[in-house]
């Protein structure tokens, strides 16, 4: 045992101490090259918003308040694109923004440029958003059946109710049908929608205003079975529309990377490592989502603007899946 107690205090002095001029050196590097790369963000979040379907959700970021003495509760933002389900023209692609905080104003100067579909979760500021007078028309919602989903399983899970198992399985035979469209273009996808799919939402939609009429008002049930009735245009948008998802998995996957992130650093240390954070990680997993190493594609990005290889009026070749395809047209070339 006394052995054992060495091995632990050893191990506990191996614990590496960093002073605060090397993180400030790190800081500092970071930031210079996020400095560099914010014209190629800027493009990337501006390419992405022409085209006619966006998803977007949003995550709480902690930022040191030094003067408080604790943290502030800042917000990042996630805008994606992914149109390869029906080989459209928007290629995988996340651009997260740093903002002060989750309400209407910080999406309304996001999405001022965007005109087209919104997928989104049930979040009050994009109902807001899309029925501003200044946006009216401009924007469109289209919610998330997972979501939606998501309420039944939690009502399941505490409740063992059998009607909530019976809209979930309602809702798998419409995810069935989605795994076989898959690759389809947009044509084909909409008219097995509307052949095999659309009676599938319309009998779900009677079923649960027949269940509601019985329920008692503080049942944990009836909120689930309200939200989805509340929200139900929005989440059957998909229905007529083929280029659309029936949910926002697509930026749910991209945001994920930066929920892990906030686990192991807790916090960002100010609003310009939060935007640098942004910006250098909209850079690194759209890198990924276009299956590219993202070291080596970030290293040659800054390689070609430091050097002047890429001129600014350039920078839509450095564009991750243009970038891609450049280096595939190069390989095939020497071969």
């Not at 923004?97 to 919104?118: M, S, T």
């Not at 084909?188 to 779900?204: D, F, I, S, V």
């Not at 906030?262 to 310009?272: A, I, V």
């Not at 970030?298 to 001129?311: N, Q």
């Amino acid at each position: 045992m006394p052995g054992n107690r060495r091995s632990i205090a050893r191990r506990r002095s191996w614990r590496v101490r960093v002073s605060s001029s090397t993180v400030r050196r790190w800081r500092a590097g970071w930031g210079s090259a996020a400095w560099l790369v914010r014209g190629l963000y800027d493009l990337q979040l501006k390419t992405m918003h022409g085209f006619e379907r966006l998803f977007c959700d949003e995550t709480p970021m902690p930022v040191l308040d030094p003067g408080r003495g604790r943290t502030r509760i800042c917000q990042f933002w996630a805008h994606a694109t992914d149109d390869r389900a029906w080989k459209g023209p928007a290629p995988p692609a996340v651009a997260y923004v740093f903002a002060g905080g989750r309400g209407k104003k910080e999406i309304v100067a996001q999405l001022a440029g965007f005109e087209g579909v919104l997928q989104v979760d049930g979040y009050a500021a994009y109902a807001s958003l899309a029925g501003d007078a200044m946006m009216s028309g401009q924007i469109q919602l289209a919610y998330c059946l997972v979501h939606a989903r998501r309420n039944f399983v939690r009502v399941h899970k505490t409740t063992n109710s059998p009607f909530a198992a019976e809209v979930i399985e309602r809702i798998a035979a419409v995810y069935a049908i989605e795994e076989r469209i898959r690759g389809l273009d947009a044509g084909e996808r909409r008219a097995t929608r509307q052949a095999e799919t659309k009676p599938l939402m319309e009998a779900l939609r009677a079923r649960l205003i027949a269940v509601k009429d019985g329920i008692s008002r503080r049942s944990t049930l009836i909120k689930a079975i309200d939200y989805m009735l509340e929200r139900w245009q929005g989440l059957t948008t998909f229905l007529d529309d083929g280029r659309l998802e029936p949910d926002t998995n697509t930026v749910e996957r991209s945001i994920r990377p930066i929920a892990i992130g906030k686990k192991n650093s807790l916090f960002s240390g100010d609003e310009g490592g939060g935007e640098t954070w942004a910006i250098l990680a909209s850079l690194l997993n759209t890198a990924k989502l276009n299956g590219l190493d993202p070291e080596a594609y970030l290293v040659d990005v800054l390689d070609r603007m430091v050097s002047g290889a890429t001129k600014t009026n350039q920078l839509h070749e450095l564009l991750a899946w243009n970038w891609k395809a450049a280096r595939e047209a190069e390989k095939r070339a020497v071969a």
